[in-house]
């Protein structure tokens, strides 16, 4: 598989943090990567629901509002509609963080701070996506909803559009997990 890392803008992610760091930036939402169930329910009710984080994972505040499960349980989501997050377990640790903008769901929109690589909900379209971090290590989702993805970066970000043609179309949400070391 071919990198495309000589894409990325360089300068812009010059001025961002480093996207070999295991949190691909210093967001909050990167922070919860790799965080046991009971750290990250502490953090969503701390810094997310305007809670107490003490007491073992967040008390109700840190309660998700659903929870699915795949892959015989290997594989758990905790979903916290009410502000736009959904938590991917793997192994008992956050292994991916998806948090959602403009959506025809049940999830409101995220606006707990800032998003990875400078990535703005309210303003950023798809061709400022491209823009900002270059071009993507893969695109797809044309007829659906399209998508594109920075491997290199550990993002995913899926856009209100079902046709590249729509390079105005807002974003719908954002995937992070563990950047790759890959380079």
């Keep these: 598989m071919t990198r495309q890392s000589e894409d990325i803008n360089v300068d812009y992610l010059l001025l961002s943090p480093s996207p070999s760091s295991s949190s691909s930036s210093s967001s909050l939402v990167s922070s919860l990567l790799g965080k046991s169930k009971s750290d990250a329910r502490a953090t969503v009710a701390k810094e997310l629901r305007g809670g107490g984080g003490g007491g073992g994972g967040g008390g109700e505040k840190g309660k998700p509002t659903s929870t699915k499960s795949f892959q015989n349980g290997y594989i758990e989501y905790e979903n916290y509609e009410d502000i736009g997050l959904s938590l991917e377990y793997s192994n008992e640790r956050v292994d991916c963080v998806h948090v959602y903008n403009e959506t025809k769901t049940e999830f409101t929109p995220f606006r707990g701070g800032a998003l990875p690589f400078g990535i703005d909900f309210a303003k950023d379209t798809a061709k400022d996506v491209?823009?900002?971090?270059?071009?993507?290590?893969?695109?797809?989702?044309?007829?659906?909803?399209?998508?594109?993805?920075?491997?290199?970066?550990?993002?995913?970000?899926?856009?209100?559009?079902?046709?590249?043609?729509?390079?105005g179309a807002s974003i719908h949400s954002m995937a992070v997990w563990k950047a790759s070391d890959e380079k």
């Excluded at 823009?131 to 550990?154: A, D, M, N």
Aim: net charge neutral.
């Design 130 to 167: 491209v823009r900002k971090l270059g071009e993507p290590t893969s695109k797809g989702g044309t007829g659906v909803q399209i998508f594109i993805v920075y491997e290199i970066l550990g993002i995913k970000i899926s856009f209100n559009a079902n046709d590249w043609e729509q390079a």
